[in-house]
């Protein structure tokens, strides 16, 4: 059995560790996100859009099925909420190399 918060200093240990090496910058990585999302959607999306979002996708799976994988992600996704609440899609990142095999599908 875990202590009080224990899955917030896992989740901590992750973000601040081997999921930057693995997936790089985060706030490069949620902005690269955020302008496919927004290509997509049609609407300004922005990297705290991304984070809550994916919270929203772990409690949806935790909702189907326990897993504590799910509850830990979603406490990772909330830290980094908070990270990107000040974070300037359009100064971190633009679509990129992104761009460059983004070929259709997008709306305008």
Known sequence: MRTN???LLE??????GQRESHYGNPASTFARTAAL???YLGHAVN??????????????????????DNLLDA??????????AGVNTRETDTLGDIGKWWSGGAKK
Do not use: P, R
């Open 47 to 68: 990297c705290k859009d991304v984070a809550i979002c994916m919270v929203l996708l772990k409690f949806c799976w935790e909702a189907y099925h326990h897993k504590q």
């Open 5 to 7: 918060g224990e899955i």
């Open 37 to 39: 999302w927004s290509a």
């Open 11 to 16: 989740a901590y240990t992750i973000i601040n």
């Open 75 to 84: 406490a990772g996704y909330i830290g980094m909420a908070a990270d990107m």
